[in-house]
């Protein structure tokens, strides 16, 4: 069982930066998943934002986001984090922590344990 809680979220302005950090417990994080983002906004589906591996090295990001988002873990501190810049007013959603067991995907329901999302909210 894992445990994810996001923390981060925020309102800015656009153009700006925010750093969504996502802390995990339970079983041995590093061993054994690979983590997103997800998002969801008002009125629309949850969709994939960005996913590493477990050990780091591969990652993946939706073209909505590619070039402006950075994700990444620390392993050492049970952590995954997105870094957002360049933030748009479309980017505006609910941001999701999620854990898999495959070894990469960008399919919502590959992945097995979520966190209750914290809130992203640009202005324009």
């Known amino acids: 069982q894992v445990q994810l809680v996001e923390s981060g979220g925020g309102l800015v302005q656009a153009g700006g930066s925010l750093r969504l950090s996502c802390a995990a417990s339970?079983?041995?994080?590093?061993?054994?998943?690979?983590m997103g983002w997800f998002r969801q906004a008002p009125g629309k589906e949850r969709e994939f934002v960005a996913a590493?591996?477990?050990?780091?090295?591969?990652?993946i990001y939706a073209d909505s986001v590619k070039g402006r988002f950075t994700i990444s873990r620390n392993n050492a501190k049970n952590a995954v984090y997105l870094q957002m810049n360049s933030l748009k007013p479309d980017d505006t959603a609910v941001y999701y922590c999620?854990?898999?067991?495959?070894?990469?995907?960008?399919?919502?329901?590959?992945?097995?344990?979520w966190g209750q999302g914290t809130q992203v909210t640009v202005s324009s």
């Open positions: 999620a854990a898999t067991w495959e070894l990469l995907s960008t399919t919502e329901t590959r992945f097995h344990y």
């Open positions: 339970g079983r041995t994080f590093s061993n054994y998943y690979a």
């Open positions: 590493l591996t477990h050990s780091g090295d591969s990652t």
